[in-house]
């Protein structure tokens, strides 16, 4: 890919045109290297017996999905998980040939032809949706069995059976032409939490579950419960594969599990000031003039705002980096634009980057600082970055 010394952009849903990297307004690099830092530390983590599952759903969490899932498979995961069919089509059409699991429920004729076409792998919830995607492929007259994953509902009250009808649902799936079992699994809903009776019942409920078709003598070839905070926490959760999204990313799904391996935050978030000046004891800033100046200041404009991902919510209540110092944001943000105190930085140019996300010398801002801030969590940050924000991967 491209070094850090000789970037361009990467765009996630197309190709950048000549419009180069140091004439954006904003931009969000992806850090390569550091991604594939993760995949490692996760992939030895892990058992030998145990295949990471890189999520890339919802373009990679805002980092670009393909440019990410070429570099994990790269670095050692062996599955992708989407949450749609339109996601997993876009990995095959730039010719990624690994197994993509697709998260979500899948139902309409048009959905079941793309399925095995593209030889994607669905999630059957349901003995209805199960039906009808045996008789679509009969319809259809398709060749091939479509390998189907089956999820039960361990008590995440989400997508699945409930764990108690499994072997039901499973002998129903059985006995239905073109498909075939390629696994059964379940997510859990509080591995991130500190106290684990939730999820010690559904791995319990999970067990169960897997016992008794077992006892019915059906072989399962494949099994997973685990998410990132999961995969962090406890090793009898991983089974055959794990699911990670988060962790992937270089972000911690919970404060407690930072000890657990050492990861790399991939994503910054970067823009240029725009414009620079002085303005009076009492002047007003932005819409609403929630700031006014106390005293003369020194004022960036830089070109990112709401529009482009920035939460209008943040509003004089963050810090961004320019030369490795902290420096307040004030005024309300605007669609496209924001405005800085920059007094502390006297000779500020126009066209000097701004860190709104990443780390600049000892400085660090993060995702979950903007997600404490606004009481919410690092993963809606992250996806929240607009499309007309070029992706720039650098190594």
Known sequence: MLSRKQTSSVASHQQCDTYAWFSQRAWVEIDLGALSHNVQQLVQFLSPRTQLMAVVKADAYGHGAVTIAQTVLQSGASWLGVATVPEGIQLREAGIEAPILILGATHTPEQIHAIAHWKLQPTLCSPKQALIFSNVLEAINYGFPVPIHIKLDTGMSRLGTDWQQAAEFVQLVQRLPHLTIASIYSHLATADSLDPTVMQEQHRRFEQAIAQLKEIGIKIPCLHLANSAATLTDSALHYDIVRVGLAVYGLYPAAHLHTAIHLKPVLQLKARVTQVKTIAAGTGVSYSHKFIAPHELRLAVVGIGYADGVPRNLSQNMQVLIRGQRVPQI?????????????????????????????????????????????????????????????????
């Open 331 to 395: 005024g309300t943000i605007t669609m496209d634009q924001l405005m800085l105190d920059v007094s502390a930085i006297p000779d500020l140019q126009e066209g000097e980057i701004v860190t709104l996300l990443g780390e600049q010398g000892k400085e660090q801002i993060s995702a979950n600082d903007w997600a404490e801030q606004l009481n919410t969590i690092s993963w809606e940050i992250l996806c929240g970055f607009k499309h007309r924000l070029p992706r720039v991967a650098v190594i």
